[in-house]
């Protein structure tokens, strides 16, 4: 199978980092002065590669350089948010693959444009002026089809980490919102009502679990604690989560973390017990067995 080629991500950039300032070329103020020089040049080659993208005979070629440069474009996130038809021209670039994820028959070729559109989303999704409208827009709904694939080729493992790479960019922002819809009655039993939706949330949960082991964030962590609780409270859920539960929240990893925040440490103990007492199917609490949604997760 032949490799991708070296524009994907690198997994660093996964969790909507900031991306990092270009070096000054030269040194002292001499350096400074070349630096600003280029960047009208810079911006100019931006815009022309944006437009690009709505030539579909320039786009492959237009994603490639963008995903490649866009550290140094430092404006890129919202010159895509706002340029007519760019966001349009990414959308088209993802739903394309949809036929080859089942059966999946997605060739290394397509999955690295499409992570290179998607490369794109996230730069989109990680900036501060463009997050909140990206989110309202509701662009991450068209990456759940990549989150529920299973094969392991690398074209699709590929797919998955860029897919989570956008997500991940925004759930400091979606994790409060995705607590907020669980609270609600509806919310939750729209969520766990299909195998995707419930894989969908889990999977962005469990991915800022494993993120908190090295960047810690109290608040951050009592809201995804909040947010798998409130699943726990569905029997079907609670079944699938007595598998899918990260580790690192069942073995102490963040003890330290909730040291002060008894509320927090109370819930998950209470997430514990209800995933252990639904992953025996209720026994003791007047709950019968549940089918989870294990089935359809392939678990």
């Known amino acids: 199978m032949a490799s991708l080629q070296p524009s994907l991500p690198e997994p660093s950039s996964f969790a909507?980092?900031?991306?990092?300032?270009?070096?000054?070329?030269?040194g002292g103020a001499g350096g400074g002065s070349a630096s600003a020089?280029?960047?009208p040049r810079k911006m100019?080659?931006?815009?022309?590669?944006?437009?690009?993208?709505?030539?579909?005979?320039?786009?492959?070629n237009a994603l490639l350089e963008l995903s490649k440069k866009r550290e140094i474009f430092q404006d890129l996130a919202p010159?895509?948010?706002?340029?007519?038809?760019?966001?349009?021209?990414?959308?088209?670039?993802?739903?394309?693959?949809?036929?080859?994820?089942?059966?999946?028959?997605?060739?290394?070729?397509?999955?690295?444009?499409?992570?290179?559109?998607l490369a794109l989303l996230q730069c989109v999704a990680s900036h501060p002026d463009t997050r909140i409208p990206f989110l309202n827009a509701h662009v991450p709904l068209f990456l759940y089809p990549f989150l529920n694939t299973f094969s392991k080729t690398r074209p699709f493992e590929y797919l998955r980490l860029t897919s989570l790479g956008v997500i991940g960019a925004l759930?400091?922002?979606?994790?409060?919102?995705?607590?907020?819809?669980?609270?609600?009655d509806i919310g939750l039993h729209y969520v766990c009502a299909t195998a995707e939706r419930f894989y969908a949330v889990g999977s962005v949960l469990g991915n800022m679990v494993i993120s908190l082991a090295d960047?810690?964030?109290?608040?951050?962590?009592?809201?995804?604690?909040?947010?798998?609780?409130?699943?726990?409270?569905?029997?079907?859920?609670?079944?699938?989560?007595?598998?899918?539960l990260p580790d690192m929240l069942k073995d102490g990893t963040f003890n330290i973390s909730l040291r002060d925040d008894p509320a927090t440490r109370r819930w998950l103990q209470q997430l514990l017990h209800n995933v252990t007492?639904?992953?025996?199917?209720?026994?003791?609490?007047?709950?019968?067995?549940?089918?989870g949604l294990d089935h359809m997760m392939g678990i």
Not at 85 to 111: F, K, R, W
Not at 224 to 233: E, K, V
């Open 277 to 291: 007492v639904g992953g025996m199917g209720g026994p003791g609490m007047g709950v019968p067995p549940q089918p």
């Open 79 to 117: 010159l895509l948010w706002h340029s007519f038809g760019t966001i349009a021209a990414l959308l088209q670039e993802i739903v394309s693959i949809y036929p080859a994820l089942s059966p999946p028959t997605l060739s290394p070729g397509a999955s690295n444009r499409v992570c290179n559109a």
């Open 16 to 26: 909507g980092a900031s991306p990092p300032s270009p070096s000054p070329i030269g």
């Open 171 to 184: 759930v400091k922002v979606a994790t409060f919102i995705v607590q907020k819809i669980l609270l609600d």
């Open 215 to 244: 960047q810690p964030s109290t608040r951050l962590l009592k809201h995804i604690i909040r947010c798998y609780l409130r699943l726990s409270d569905n029997p079907r859920a609670c079944v699938a989560l007595h598998n899918c």
């Open 44 to 60: 100019a080659s931006a815009e022309q590669l944006v437009l690009d993208l709505c030539d579909r005979e320039l786009r492959e």
């Open 37 to 39: 020089a280029q960047e």
